[in-house]
């Protein structure tokens, strides 16, 4: 293959590369759409229903206890009874599976009403998810067609492309093999790169920790160095307190002895 045949070729493959990885983005972004705008709509109190029957069904029940003993009390027959143990079964039985029934019906329709709403804007996501789909695999039929016989299948990306184009149009690759070459030795000295840069990184870190952990070490033994030194002060303090004790007690002994060679 001629140079100005490849470079030629290349730009058409970086174009379609480039044209299908916005389409693959797109129609990701459409699907992330659709599923925060089914999320949205699925949220409220009716589909806290629909999803928790057993909670529910529980507070039913003790509404429906409370109203019948209020029942039980205005016909006048006690709870304890035969007759109000029965009427207030059938009112709690009844009630709770008429009021979960009734509620969960109405959450239901709540539910499909709100999804109603979505539907219109996730129907045109879908549509629009579905155009970039074929539009993909169109540009995927021509590349087959036209790159795909001499473009090396391991490099399918725009950044690839790019680099090959530019490569050729540089002047510093002329063959296919050159210029996958070249990218690989690229690659190669950027993943090195990358790992003298977080090798770096780890060493300024490391560095810090120590710097951090002698700085730590510094106060610590200043403060302990102040404490010996505030020690040392207030043993001074206290052995001038008891030599002067010491002396006072002496004063005091004389004194005695002069009073009782007096005595005698």
């Keep these: 293959m001629e140079r100005d045949e490849l470079l030629e070729g290349l730009t058409t493959a970086s174009s379609i590369l480039s044209r299908i990885e916005q389409a693959e983005q797109r129609m990701v972004q459409d699907q992330i ?20 029957p057993i909670i529910w069904g529980i507070i039913s029940a003790l509404v429906t206890i409370a109203l019948a003993e209020d029942t039980c009390s205005l016909i006048g027959i006690r709870t304890s009874d035969f007759f109000g143990e029965i009427l207030t079964l059938i009112i709690v039985v009844g009630g709770t599976c008429l009021s979960c029934t009734t509620l969960r019906g109405l959450a239901k329709k709540s539910s499909e009403r709100k999804m109603q709403k979505t539907a219109p804007e996730c129907t045109a996501l879908q549509q629009d998810i579905a155009q970039h789909s074929e539009y993909e695999q169109d540009l995927a039929a021509v590349f087959s067609r036209q790159i795909s016989p001499w473009y090396p299948a391991d490099y399918l990306t725009s950044e690839a492309a790019n680099f090959f184009a530019n490569a050729v149009s540089n002047g510093r690759a002329d063959t296919v093999k050159e210029m996958v070459n070249l990218y690989e030795v ?5 993943r090195m790169e990358n790992l003298q840069q977080q090798q770096l990184n780890a060493q300024r870190m490391g560095n810090i920790i120590n710097a951090v952990g002698h700085m730590n070490t510094a106060n610590a033994v200043d403060r302990n160095t102040q ?27 004389g004194q005695l002895s002069g009073i009782n060679r007096r005595l005698h």
Excluded: D, P
């Design 33 to 52: 759409r659709i599923a925060a705008v089914q999320k949205q709509a699925s949220k409220g109190f009716a589909s806290w229903v629909v999803r928790h």
């Design 186 to 190: 690229t690659l190669h000295q950027q």
């Design 227 to 253: 404490a010996v030194r505030e020690g040392n002060s207030r043993l001074g303090t206290i052995s001038g307190q008891i030599g002067s004790v010491s002396g006072q007690l002496s004063g005091i002994s």
